[in-house]
């Protein structure tokens, strides 16, 4: 039903800065509330940032104030924009679609490596 593609990850400095992006593909993309999730190694999948289809957002107490949540529903397309980024924040993330009204449509992209270290 929809598709996600992250991109963006990389290798980053503490202190620098990193945009992530996910490609949505199908249809109905703004009926879908967006998120970002990370996990590290041997830790649980947890919530980085929300934003519903009326660009209300949410976000993790740890990313508060660092990270920013958008969406352009036009191109399909969510972003994470991370500054001030911390060791603590090396993991997996991965972009997540829930639909509104349907609970059991939800989707998960393949992932993309974010590594902050000197």
């Known amino acids: 039903q929809v598709q996600l593609v992250e991109s963006g990850g990389g290798l980053v400095q503490p202190g620098g800065s990193l945009k992530l992006s996910c490609a949505a593909s199908?249809?109905?993309?703004?009926?879908?509330?967006m998120g970002w999730y990370r996990q590290a190694p041997g830790k649980q999948r947890d919530l980085v940032a929300v934003i519903t289809s009326r660009y209300m957002t949410n976000y993790a107490d740890s990313v508060q104030g660092r990270f920013t949540i958008s969406r352009d529903n036009a191109k399909e397309m969510v972003y994470l924009q991370m500054n001030s980024l911390k060791p603590e924040d090396t993991a997996v993330y991965y972009c997540n679609a829930a639909h509104n009204y349907i609970p059991t449509m939800k989707y998960w992209g393949q992932g993309t490596q974010v590594t902050v270290s000197s």
């Open positions: 199908g249809s109905m993309f703004s009926i879908y509330t």
